[in-house]
């Protein structure tokens, strides 16, 4: 089965379930689809500007400031966690997992999803602000900005699992029409305007969803995993 973006994959991979937690929420767009699974989502973001945002809009989601390396709730408390392209921008990835591993209850399941070490990986929009920020010396105080955008292949993913969890089902897809859309929508906002960005916008995420829609394997820029907790 193919899938228009991470948000419908993750939907359509999730279950039924009690209480779900999204890490990384950002503006909480993501946890509105996802609260028709669960009557109970829980999401955070050490973003503060995002949650106020996300509260605003959410009103029936719970959102609360916090980072995947220091998850502010009991052991044992979800179904489910949701990992949507946040991996790539913690400060420590073993810690984030091994948090997501003591929140999540007995055979409870991680969804993850991240860019991947595929063949147009090195057009990372993200990384070029990164090395731009570098070269001028210019720091940022956004959360999981400080550092380079990471990307993963599914070997990385499994070695950081360490296995503490396993791995059943994996969507790997988008090639080239992904990352050059995010090119072109950069050199417009900086060329021309936001307005015009904005124009196009939905045309080009057409060209988005159709590329995120076909798997490409190992050649793949993005990649989704499904796996329960060992």
Partial sequence: MNYINRHDLIFKWLSNSKNILDVGCAYGESARKFSRKSKNVYCIDPNQ?????AKKNNPNIFFKIGSAEKIPFKDKSFDVVILSDVIEHVDDEKKSLDEIYRV??????LILTTPHKGLFSFMDVDNYSWHYRRFLKIKTNKPGYKDKH???????IKNLFNNKFKIS??????????PFTSNLRLLIRHTLSKNVESKIKPYLNKICEWDYSNQ????SYCIGVYAKKV
Avoid at 49 to 53: D, P, R
Avoid at 150 to 156: G, I, K, P, Q
Avoid at 216 to 219: D, K, L, N, P, T
């Fill in 216 to 219: 490409y394997g190992r050649m």
């Fill in 150 to 156: 990471r990307h993963y292949s599914l070997e990385d």
């Fill in 169 to 178: 089902k994996i969507y790997r897809s988008s090639l080239f029409l992904l």
């Fill in 104 to 109: 999540l209850k007995s055979k409870g399941t």
């Fill in 49 to 53: 500007e995002l949650i106020k945002k």
